[in-house]
């Protein structure tokens, strides 16, 4: 078995704890233990934004205060995941030393203010959280109630610093060699951009070169790297002092100035910070955006179980419109997190602090400072729930018969690309179309990047894979020779891993012969404006004709064959959809962006016929179907979820027991917002 705390093997339940904003309130403190208690948590993290506590003058550490706390959380049975403070420095630092403070992209150095606004390449700013990380691993990394290391908070953003622009230079030299490699790979001879010293290349400023698109995709790539190599930093200290505790930093889900796939070599368990906008206008796409979130954060670690490090019980401060939870939603948000592979529900934050700019943010203990609030019985509720799951439910593991691929260097890529829809290339709204699919079938699936094995699994669907990198194109080409279905789409195989364009035809690097087709144009059609998908050989439950969207391939078949075709413009009669034999497999070609009414019906029909549903049940709409499974026994666990706001009810092919009351079941009543988590009997 597998478990993300050794030391701890049970699902966490707590958050975000600031103990250091109320030492001069020691009956809030002894408050805090007796509610934690009653709301049935068992782990916090201490420390994230302490540092002025722990080290209010330079080189003068005070960690008494910590210590009483964790240990006074141990004696109550309650754990500590102990932060590093390196996601805010205090004032003293950015006064004596400006060096450590982030340039912005305009070129100016920004105050001390906010938080993240710390330079990765200052060797001071390295040194001084070298010295408090390492001050908190004598301390603490032996301690019996310490189990989790939880590095700074929330890694983000990019310095423009000198120094950061020097280190840039290093990494281009590293990674071209040659002055003439990184021309070609910048195609620089265009608008006679050519570069004659390393000197001259300066990161994509404002009022710089942004033109270049490789040059702004590897800044990116550099400021991904940066960031890890300053996390593995932080992490040295405290691995030296004891190797067993593992290290986690809470990450932003689909934010993309990161790269957060180059983070599973440093990351022991992967976490993230979840914060929906349940109850919007988006309510029938925000489930399964959360729930394909989920699945990007589980995929750094794909079968590890994973943590979810903050959410809000309540209402958020820094949303648009700050909505409360209706009655049940706290309770299905956090076992969709766990049903998707988590083993923790942990919140931001405990009890809200009385100034500042999170005051009002959402937390388990309000202003109020009592449990009897809607807030705290939910809480309360969630924290029975996991404890009776755990003997059953931590360490499983979550497997998936399919994959899509979700790259982080395609999007970028895509963002910077001028052509189709500027401004709006729709790479996000593609992925979430064709994952709802699999959310409204119950049906696993991983989210893997280009660097990913996709070994073992039987459907791999890869939308607008416009940039082949990482030896993508032949590891596709493996997949569907060994017998595996690959889904691929419009606008794929376009440019290589320098945004250079393919010679020769497109898709390129093998993928034509792969999709048995060429593709010649691409039409981006204005809002409004449609084609229309004729099916001539529709798979089961598909219907003969769809509506397209606003991207529209153009192809020449080789030895695919059309499945249907477009039915309007200058085009018409051309293929809109084509299946390619390939070794023991087959590879689908979407030339058009499809509506989800399309996909529905397609993988629909694919899911059917790959036997994708761990358990084939017709689910209701709105309700999505996750398993985990325990590796050493076999059972599998079948977490049943109603997004609905009202009740519903469905039958089930076999009997089934209820893991919390024991009942054995052949149909499930589930009331709105519900959850229930079966098993084989």
């Given at each position: 078995m597998q478990y993300t705390t050794p030391k701890f093997p049970v699902l966490l339940h707590g958050g975000d704890y600031n103990p250091d904003q109320w030492l001069d309130r020691p009956d809030i403190l002894e408050q805090d233990i007796a509610l934690m208690k009653e709301a049935g948590c068992n782990a916090f993290s201490l420390g994230i934004f302490a540092w002025s506590k722990l080290e209010p003058e330079e080189g003068v550490y005070q960690l008494d205060w910590l210590e009483t706390i964790i240990q006074r959380l141990y004696e109550n049975g309650i754990y500590t995941i102990l932060a590093t403070p390196s996601g805010a420095r205090p004032a003293w630092m950015a006064q004596k030393y400006p060096e450590v403070l982030r340039v912005e992209r305009d070129g100016r150095r920004i105050l001390f203010s906010d938080r993240h606004n710390h330079c990765y390449s200052s060797p001071i700013y390295r040194e001084k959280v070298r010295g408090i990380n390492t001050a908190l691993a004598k301390r603490f990394a032996h301690h019996p109630g310490v189990i989790l290391w939880h590095i700074s908070n929330e890694y983000g953003g990019s310095c423009y610093c000198p120094l950061c622009q020097e280190n840039f230079r290093k990494w281009l030299q590293k990674k071209y060699g040659t002055l003439e490699a990184l021309n070609q790979a910048y195609w620089s001879s265009f608008w006679s951009h050519t570069y004659m010293d390393w000197s001259q290349i300066f990161p994509?400023?404002?009022?710089?070169?942004?033109?270049?698109?490789?040059?702004?995709?590897?800044?990116?790539?550099?400021?991904?790297?940066?960031?890890?190599?300053?996390?593995?930093?932080?992490?040295?200290p405290l691995k030296q002092e004891n190797p067993d505790i593992p290290v986690t930093t809470n990450m932003m889900g689909l934010y993309d100035g990161l790269n957060y796939y180059k983070f599973k070599d440093v990351c022991d368990v992967i976490s993230w910070d979840n914060y929906p906008l349940w109850h919007s206008e988006n309510e029938e796409t925000v489930p399964a955006r959360i729930a394909m979130t989920h699945d990007v954060m589980r995929s750094i670690h794909p079968g590890r179980p994973w943590i979810l490090m903050e959410s809000s019980p309540s209402a958020t401060n820094w949303q648009l419109v700050c909505k409360l939870r209706r009655p049940g939603m706290h309770m299905l948000a956090s076992m969709q997190a766990v049903a998707h592979g988590s083993d923790s529900v942990l919140y931001f934050q405990w009890r809200k602090g009385r100034g500042s700019f999170e005051k009002f943010h959402g937390a388990v203990v309000d202003h109020y400072g009592k449990s009897d609030t809607r807030v705290f019985r939910d809480v309360a509720s969630v924290g029975q729930r996991l404890k009776k799951l755990t003997s059953e439910i931590c360490a499983t593991t979550y497997t998936s018969p399919a994959a899509m691929i979700y790259d982080m260097e395609n999007r970028w890529a895509i963002g910077e690309m001028q052509g189709l829809h500027n401004g709006r290339q729709g790479y996000l709204e593609d992925l979430m179309t064709i994952y709802r699919p699999f959310f409204q079938n119950g049906v696993n699936v991983d989210m893997l990047d280009m660097e990913s094995d996709f070994t073992g699994y039987k459907l791999v669907v890869a939308p607008m894979l416009y940039m082949l990198r990482g030896g993508i194109a032949e590891k596709l080409r493996r997949f569907v020779e060994n017998g595996g279905t690959l889904v691929a789409t419009y606008w794929s195989g376009i440019v290589d891993e320098?945004?250079?364009?393919?010679?020769?035809?497109?898709?390129?690097?093998?993928?034509?012969?792969?999709?048995?087709?060429?593709?010649?144009?691409?039409?981006?059609?204005?809002?409004?404006?449609?084609?229309?998908?004729?099916?001539?050989?529709?798979?089961?439950?598909?219907?003969?004709?769809?509506?397209?969207?606003?991207?529209?391939?153009?192809v020449h078949l080789s030895t695919a064959q059309a499945l249907g075709t477009y039915g309007e413009d200058f085009y018409a009669g051309m293929p809109a959809l084509t299946v390619n034999s390939f070794g023991k497999g087959k590879v689908y070609y979407v030339a058009a962006r499809m509506g989800e009414d399309f996909y529905q019906d397609f993988l629909g029909a694919l899911i059917g016929e790959l036997s994708l549903q761990p358990f084939p049940v017709a689910l209701p709409h709105k309700v999505t179907l996750n398993t985990r499974k325990n590796p050493e026994t076999g059972v599998e666990y079948y977490f049943f979820q109603n997004f609905n706001a009202g009740s519903v009810s469905l039958a089930l092919p076999k009997e089934l027991k209820d893991v919390e009351t024991g009942e054995t079941l052949s149909a499930l009543q589930m009331e709105g917002y519900g959850v229930r988590i079966l098993r084989s009997c």
């Open positions: 994509p400023l404002d009022n710089g070169e942004q033109s270049i698109h490789n040059l702004v995709l590897d800044w990116k790539r550099f400021s991904t790297e940066m960031t890890v190599d300053f996390m593995k930093a932080e992490v040295e320098n945004d250079l364009c393919f010679l020769g035809g497109m898709p390129g690097d093998g993928m034509m012969e792969l999709c048995g087709l060429r593709a010649e144009e691409i039409d981006a059609l204005y809002p409004g404006e449609s084609n229309t998908m004729r099916l001539q050989k529709p798979l089961p439950g598909m219907k003969t004709e769809y509506t397209t969207g606003d991207l529209c391939d153009l």
